[in-house]
């Protein structure tokens, strides 16, 4: 839809200027009149920067942006600042250009009569639609403030749970990385030095030291340091890392490896913790804030993170439709913990189904918290041997035939 750039002074004289989306010049102009405002200037804006506008959504706005300018919003909505004039202050604080521009064309929409829910819904990566349906479920029942306020908090939640889940997972990353890269410059620079050494005092080497002198020739100098081989190697393994990812980023190979990972011994109770964390505080969020349950099961099963258990929720939702409760449904999975589903139970006998998932959340929330300082405690000290572990058989591979050549000499 073509985009009009606008100056207008309102009755009190106080000046505007924005843009506004529009089939044409003269509907723009309808619309602007609607609002009271007198038009001083309008004209329609290049392909090239509605092309630019649009595409400013794409990719530069992270979470912490949108948590910012949620609590932002929260506060200014709780304050009984009308719509308009808050996005309009947020505009003129807002650090993010991204963001900045997506929110002059979402106020330009409210302007317009346009529903907040329904300006927000233009731009999906930014606003999901869980965010749209917590804002439309407010609009519907006339308590957006309070329920802009609980997003606020959820989405605080959220992205602290976000940030536990990747303190686990940087450390270990980094020392097998770290791991990996010792070995490669150990096979590719100093066993050669070594096979210098090993030419001149002549005899049988071990087997050991035959491997990895076999490892630092064959496998990293022929296959990855010369010319056409390293070409074909790593055209392989790109080829390999490829094929691995297409296959993993289908539906059936994402639910294969969210499958294996719920099932890992250690990890997969790390794993249940953290999606039945996400979970509780979604499901509970869109409850308190009176979505109805169908639309809130659809909008969860999209947050957990899980192929199989967002399967398990939307067979939930299925059999919600014909009647049965929700905890039944839940016990029917082989995913959701007794728990889990003897809480929403109480919840739907009590009719506090929000409360209690509450609840349930700030449980798994704790327990991820401390499940993530335990396993970091298990995972640090396991790799920090296995690496050991590693540089000491190779050291000891390179150092055998000394001691081999020693111990021959000793004898003779």
Do not use: H
């Not at 908090?153 to 602290?160: H, L």
């Not at 798994?364 to 405690?377: K, N, Q």
């Amino acid at each position: 839809m073509p985009v009009f750039s606008y100056s207008a002074v309102d009755s009190d004289g106080k000046a505007y200027k924005g843009d506004i989306e529009s089939e044409n010049k003269e509907i723009a102009i309808t619309k602007l009149q609607r609002q009271r405002l007198m038009i001083t200037s309008i004209k329609r804006k290049w392909a090239i920067t509605e092309y630019f506008n649009k595409n400013l959504s794409g990719g530069k706005i992270s979470q912490d942006d949108i948590l910012l300018f949620s609590r932002q919003l929260a506060t200014l909505v709780k304050a009984r600042i009308p719509i308009e004039q808050c996005l309009e202050v947020l505009i003129n604080q807002l650090s993010n250009p991204a963001l900045q521009a997506i929110i002059k064309s979402v106020r330009n929409e409210v302007i317009s009569g346009t529903p907040l829910s329904t300006a927000m819904a233009k731009y999906p990566k930014c606003f999901d639609n869980l965010y749209v349906g917590m804002l439309r479920a407010g609009e519907a029942s006339g308590k957006l403030p309070e329920i802009l306020i609980r997003t606020a908090k959820y989405m605080d939640r959220t992205s602290r749970l976000r940030s536990k889940v990747k303190s686990a997972m940087i450390y270990p990353m980094l020392v097998i990385f770290v791991g990996i890269g010792v070995v490669i410059f150990i096979l590719t620079f100093v066993i050669p030095k070594f096979q210098d050494m090993y030419k001149t005092m002549g005899g049988n080497l071990p087997w050991l030291t035959k491997m990895m002198i076999y490892m630092s020739n064959d496998v990293i100098g022929k296959l990855f340091l010369s010319f056409p081989a390293n070409v074909f190697s790593f055209g392989l393994l790109f080829l390999v890392g490829y094929l691995i990812s297409k296959i993993v980023s289908t539906e059936k190979g994402k639910f294969k490896i969210d499958e294996l990972m719920l099932k890992t011994p250690v990890l997969g109770s790390y794993m249940s913790k953290v999606v039945f964390a996400k979970f509780s505080q979604t499901l509970g969020i869109l409850v308190n804030n009176g979505v109805p349950i169908l639309e809130s099961m659809d909008l969860v099963s999209k947050t957990v993170g899980s192929k199989p258990v967002e399967k398990a929720i939307l067979d939930a939702k299925e059999k919600i439709k014909e009647g049965e409760k929700i905890a039944d449904t839940l016990k029917k999975s082989a995913y959701f913990p007794a728990l889990v589903v003897s809480m929403v139970n109480v919840g739907e006998q009590t009719g506090k189904l929000g409360e209690v998932l509450e609840q349930i959340s700030e449980f798994y929330d704790e327990e991820v918290e401390i499940s993530t300082a335990s396993l970091t405690a298990l995972i640090e000290p396991l790799l920090m041997i296995g690496l050991a572990g590693i540089v000491a058989v190779i050291v000891m591979a390179l150092y055998l035939p000394v001691f081999k050549m020693y111990g021959n000499m000793k004898k003779s």
